[in-house]
């Protein structure tokens, strides 16, 4: 399909046409018909809403062989050839790209000439804002003693950077970034001359998507032209936008009102399949929890335009206030940490996870049992094993990522049997050994040798998760799971060598087969004693005096999930 962009194609050429501006098209219009028309103007705004586009009609309305008037007449040569952006007296520059002084100087030269063929010689020079001081420094002489025949547009992003003596010296409009209505309004009106099928809510995505910019707007609306084979579609926009689907956000927010964990987590793992972008995702669901506070909070006042006006409401009606307070602040904080995050997708989960494991106290996070808490975040931990939950304090709760299961354990304190101090411990099920006091000496000999290497990051989670088949004189023999494979690499083995070899004080052979073992590694060793650890724990919590006395006298609760072993 031969295609001339819709931007392009769309792009106004007259006043009426401008969308979004009228305040400033009025007064332009009043100083074009009344014939005073000061020598240098300054449009700001953000990218997209019709800097140049103004002033390229501003420039025809000034040439016009009609005359000047807020209306040219767009058939003579001088208003078709600024059309085509090739009209010899409007002279654009992208100061973005010619910041030398030279090159405004050059410019500048030619100021004093005659315009060639039109009254005006009119010189647009987008992103204004970036030429050079010395570049200010000779426009500014210009301006200061502009010749009748020349006029000055200047666009830009960011008038805050431009010399005070240059603005003063300028009629400033700064133009409005435009509502999502206005954009879609527009997008029904060219899709409708067009002749092309569209859906609403496919159009209501790509305004809110195109963020105020019309120019923007139209793009995306090309690409989904393109994309949906000549229609627009909703499926194919949200695919393409990676926005999060209606249904899925909607089955977020009754999932975070019901605190249902386990469908939190099948949404999100089929928004994955989706290609979803997350970090818009987190976006989009901070603005929903916005509209349901806003219904909650100044019902008169909200008026979102959204499709799920009316699921907000119901959620307004559902969810307490303040967990809609707790939820949104630990979505913002979840959206500065995101880029932190190992992937997105965890980055937006977690969001979600702690939204339902911080809870205000007064609504009872600390049950008899620990119950329902505890069951669904047994249900997270067990429904994405790559994840550990890790729920302290009855203050506040944090959660942690785990990493490997496995993962070697830091800050291991020497064994003194198993006796731990009884503050909190963790959930069997949910547990990771990543965090509890355990230690390998006298349970696991190879492990116990390795802790003696200075052996550290991949090599040392290596040969943590490597049983030892055979230790000699000269040899070391390790056998890998063919299911943890990925961590080899022939320079870890390598490595470890090296550092065995220096531990040893001697000189040994290390080999290593990927082969199933029945010797435990250290890895499992150290899993293995985290879990009876933390049974002993519990134990110990529950058989504790003081704890009794507080349960029995003052009918006090064991936050099970806040256990944990220190
Ligand atoms: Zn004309």
Known sequence: MAYLALARKWRPKAFSEVVGQSHVVQALSNALDSGRV??????????????????????????????????????????????????????????????????????????QYAPTSGKFKVYLIDEVHMLSGHSFNALLKTLEEPPEHVKFLFATTDPQKMPVTVLSRCLQFNLRVMRPEQIENQLVKILGSEAIEFEQAALHALAKAADGSMRDGLSLLDQAIAQG?????????????????????????????????????????????????????????????????????????????????????????????????????????????????????????????????????????????????????????????????????????????????????????????????????????????????????????????????????????????CACEKIDQHEVKLSLSPKLQHLLKPERVDEIQRYLCDALD??????????????????????RLGYEQHAQTRQNLHNDPGVKVLMSEFGATINEQSIKTV
Not at 263 to 270: T, Y
Not at 506 to 527: F, G, H, I, N, Y
């Open 229 to 465: 084979g000549g229609a627009v579609k909703t499926d194919v926009v949200e695919n393409m936008l990676g926005t999060i689907k209606a249904q899925h956000s909607e089955a977020i927010l009754q999932a975070l009102s019901a605190k249902d964990v386990e469908k939190i987590l099948h949404v999100i793992a089929s928004m994955a399949d989706d290609a979803v972008d997350f970090a818009a995702a987190l976006d989009e669901l901070l603005m929903q929890l916005y509209y349901i506070s806003m219904a909650q909070l100044a019902p008169a006042a909200f008026t979102a335009t959204d499709a799920n006006h009316v699921l907000i409401n119901e959620l307004a009606a559902e969810i307490d206030r303040e967990d809609v307070q707790l939820f949104y602040q630990v979505g913002l904080i979840s959206k500065r940490d995101m880029a932190l995050a190992p992937s997105l997708r965890v980055g937006f989960e977690m969001a979600l996870l702690r939204m339902l494991c911080f809870e205000p106290l007064e609504t009872g996070s600390v049950g008899d049992s620990g119950k329902p808490d505890a069951e669904t975040l047994n249900t997270a931990a067990s429904a994405n094993s790559e994840k550990a939950l890790e729920v302290s304090g009855a203050g506040g709760a944090s959660i942690k990522t785990g990493s490997d299961p496995a993962a070697p354990i830091e800050n291991r304190t020497p064994a003194a049997g198993i006796q731990p101090q009884t503050s909190v411990a963790k959930q069997p099920d949910a547990a990771q050994p990543s965090s509890i006091a355990v230690t390998l000496a006298g349970n696991n000999e190879w492990g116990e040798l390795i802790e003696h290497t200075a052996l550290a990051g991949l090599s040392k989670q290596l040969a943590m998760n």
């Open 38 to 111: 000061h020598h240098a103007f300054l449009f700001t705004g953000t990218r997209g809403v019709g800097k140049t586009t103004l002033a390229r009609i501003f420039a025809k309305s000034l040439n016009c062989e009609e005359g000047m008037s807020a209306e040219p007449c767009q058939q003579c040569s001088t208003c078709q050839s600024i059309d085509e952006g090739r009209y010899i007296d409007l002279i654009e520059v992208d100061a973005a790209s010619r910041t030398k002084v030279d090159d405004t100087r050059e410019l500048l030269e030619n100021v």
């Open 506 to 527: 001697r000189q040994v052979e290390v080999t290593l087969e990927v082969e199933e073992s029945d010797k435990e590694t250290p890895a499992e060793c150290l899993e």
